[in-house]
Every structure is written in structure tokens, then in C-alpha cells.
């Protein structure tokens, strides 16, 4: 049982830093928002030179569009994986943790690893047992 409470403890500390650096990752497709704006701007206010034509403004949308929407889904998979972690440290939402589990083994390497370990924790009915009486309410 005490085993049981330490890999749930270092699972929980190990997704506090993935959702870390999944927090950190997400800012890249900001980039692709940046280049938008630029090509949103060149078109309106750029003058092109003789023979070269400005890129059309529909193009800096999609970059725009397509980095913010990026950015919303990575910073959302980083609280995910956030409330992961805290959810293994209380032992709470059974359920939850283990479907983000296996949505984390879709980001190779650090989820793969981390969502395989986590589920083979989870599988086991000693584990199962923790979560079931952490739901319980304390009476009084």
C-alpha cells in the first residue's frame, strides 16, 4: 500500500513537468500566428515591388488562425495533464486520469513513457482501492 502512495506521488510529480513542458512547447505555434500577422499586414500596407506580387492576405489568416488554435490546444493539454498530476497526488478522478493517460501516449516521448507507466499503475486493484476510498466522504 505504501508502494502503491509512492508511484502514484512520483507519477504525480513527474506529470507536473511534463504539463510543464507541454506548457512551454505550446508557445511555438505562436510563431506561425506572428508570420499571419505579418503577411496580414504586408498585404494592406505593403507596396510591391515591379514584377513581384504581395502575399495575399487569405494566407497570413490561415497562419494566424491555424497558430492560435494550436496554441488554445496545447495550453489546454497542459492543464490536462496538470489536473492529472493533482488528481494522482489526491487520489481522486480515477476515470479522468486514466483516459489522459492514454491520450498522453500520443506525444512521443516524454507522454508515451509517462502515460504507459501511469496506466500500469493504475491497472493494479491495489491502486483502484486507493482512489475508491479517497471518494468516499469522510463522515462528520
Same mark, same amino acid.
Given at each position: +500500500?505504501?508502494?502503491?502512495?509512492?508511484?502514484?506521488?512520483l507519477l504525480a510529480i513527474f506529470h507536473y513537468v511534463v504539463a510543464?513542458?507541454?506548457?512551454?512547447f505550446s508557445f511555438f505555434p505562436l510563431l506561425y500566428t506572428t508570420i499571419g500577422a505579418i503577411f496580414i499586414f504586408a498585404a494592406r500596407h505593403g507596396t510591391a515591388k515591379p514584377g513581384e506580387d504581395l502575399p495575399p492576405e487569405f494566407l497570413g489568416w490561415i497562419f494566424a488562425?491555424?497558430?492560435?488554435v494550436l496554441f488554445l490546444i496545447g495550453i489546454a493539454m497542459?492543464?490536462?495533464?496538470? +489536473?492529472t498530476g493533482r488528481s494522482l497526488a489526491l487520489c481522486k478522478r480515477y476515470s479522468f486520469v486514466l483516459v +489522459?493517460?492514454?491520450?498522453?501516449?500520443?506525444?512521443?516521448?516524454?507522454?508515451?513513457i509517462l502515460g504507459v507507466f501511469t496506466i500500469?499503475?493504475?491497472?493494479r486493484e491495489s491502486v483502484?482501492?486507493?482512489f475508491s476510498t479517497a471518494a468516499e466522504p469522510v463522515p462528520g
Open positions: +500500500m505504501n508502494q502503491d502512495r509512492e508511484h502514484l506521488r510543464g513542458l507541454a506548457g512551454l488562425v491555424l497558430g492560435s497542459a492543464i490536462c495533464i496538470l +489536473m +489522459m493517460a492514454c491520450i498522453e501516449c500520443l506525444f512521443i516521448p516524454f507522454g508515451t500500469v499503475v493504475l491497472s483502484r482501492g486507493l
